[in-house]
T-cell receptor, first 115, second 119 residues
Framework: DGGITQSPKYLFRKEGQNVTLSCEQN?????MYWYRQDPGQGLRLIYY???????QKGDIAEGYSVSREKKESFPLTVTSAQKNPTAFYLC??????????????FGPGTRLLVL | AQSVSQHNHHVILSEAASLELGCNYS??????LFWYVQYPGQHLQLLLK??????LVKGIKGFEAEFIKSKFSFNLRKPSVQWSDTAEYFC?????????????????FGQGTILTVHP
């Protein structure tokens, strides 16, 4: 069954702690994305990767880091530098390198809460 | 940089009512336009998209959207909504010809509109 999986579904972070959100896809897609969803603000792009071992900052990259060591995996680390991390995080992928006409496919999301 | 505005944060309708959700964008060049939908507890998924040609596009589940270039709008419509249409709807824009690769793959979303349909 092809798709995008994100884990965990809920994640709790303590002050000063780094946490990593997992995103895996078995669609053989080249491009992957991380978005942050806040109520009333839509989705905002954090990072994207068009190809393995390469990634670019999105609109709100500060306080986040990513890696793309494997085609199917694009983990997101929320660092202690991110002062307002409470949000719903969505991972997405698209077939090739993220062209203007490509449909992005989304995972189920991870809700991050700060203790 | 492009921006997208969805005018209504929350729309409440009764079943069989007609629906129109507004979407306006700001960008100096040509764009590709998308509507995504997020049903309760489900993944965000594509509803319909416009690239070129006929400005009236049809999507899944009886939805359609009309691109009006002069108004920079891409409003979503459905003649008769059902309870199962209850969801959050997002309009999104991607430049057709990204400059310098900086907006390549960069889909800009609106704030979202929550649609609640009462049976």
């Amino acid at each position: 069954d092809g798709g995008i999986t994100q884990s965990p579904k809920y994640l709790f972070r303590k002050e000063g702690q780094n946490v990593t959100l997992s995103c895996e896809q078995n669609l053989n897609h080249d491009a992957m994305y991380w978005y942050r969803q806040d109520p009333g603000q839509g989705l905002r792009l954090i990072y994207y990767s068009q190809i393995v071992n390469d990634f670019q900052k999105g609109d709100i990259a500060e306080g986040y880091s990513v890696s793309r060591e494997k085609k199917e995996s694009f983990p997101l680390t929320v660092t202690s530098a991110q002062k307002n991390p409470t949000a719903f995080y969505l991972c997405a992928s698209s077939m090739t390198s993220g062209g203007p006409q490509e449909t992005q496919y989304f995972g189920p999301g991870t809700r991050l809460l700060v203790l | 940089a492009q921006s997208v505005s969805q005018h209504n944060h929350h729309v409440i309708l009764s079943e069989a009512a007609s629906l129109e959700l507004g979407c306006n964008y700001s960008y100096g060049g040509t764009v590709n336009l998308f509507w995504y939908v997020q049903y309760p507890g489900q993944h965000l998924q594509l509803l319909l998209k416009y690239f070129s040609g006929d400005p009236l596009v049809k999507g899944i589940k009886g939805f359609e959207a009309e691109f009006i270039k002069s108004k920079f709008s891409f409003n979503l419509r459905k003649p008769s909504v059902q309870w199962s249409d209850t969801a959050e709807y997002f309009c999104a824009v991607h430049p057709s010809h990204p400059a310098g690769g900086t907006s390549y793959g960069k889909l800009t979303f609106g704030q979202g509109t929550i649609l609640t349909v009462h049976p």
